[in-house]
Nanobody, 125 residues
Framework: QLQLVESGGGLVHSGGSLTLSCRVS????????IGWFRQAPGKEREAVSC????????YYADSVKGRFSISRDSAQNTAYLQMNNLKLEDTAVYYC??????????????????WGEGTLVTVSA
């Protein structure tokens, strides 16, 4: 009933930039906050950034603050994650998630109710 379409992953050198996008197939009470988690090999899933569709409140993990910027186009039900100054430790599969709670902090703590299939970001030296 709800699909999340992710794009933008790829291979970049350290210091480079990449932009991820996530488009939601519909709106609704369960589409209030959108964001990304990531999972690196051998590590637990961790939150990256989240944003509310209604008022654009944001949350950033300390590890990406100042380097990543999240935004959304509510008319197109799409969010973007602009990743700058990428580091080796940013290498991971990035999963888009959508939640029903209009709080970026909560969604980036608990995760959303819906998940994308993930897109691989690889940062090389």
């Amino acid at each position: 009933q709800l699909q999340l379409v992710e794009s933008g992953g790829g291979l970049v050198h350290s210091g480079g930039s990449l932009t991820l996008s996530c488009r939601v197939s519909r709106t609704g009470a369960d589409v209030r906050t959108i964001g990304w988690f990531r999972q690196a090999p051998g590590k637990e899933r961790e939150a990256v950034s989240c944003i509310t569709f209604e008022d654009g409140q944001t949350y950033y993990a300390d590890s990406v603050k100042g380097r990543f910027s999240i935004s959304r186009d509510s008319a197109q039900n799409t969010a973007y994650l602009q990743m700058n100054n990428l580091k080796l430790e940013d290498t991971a599969v990035y999963y888009c998630t959508v939640g029903n709670v209009p709080s970026p902090g909560y969604t980036c703590y608990a995760g959303g109710k819906h998940w994308g299939e993930g897109t691989l970001v690889t940062v090389s030296a």
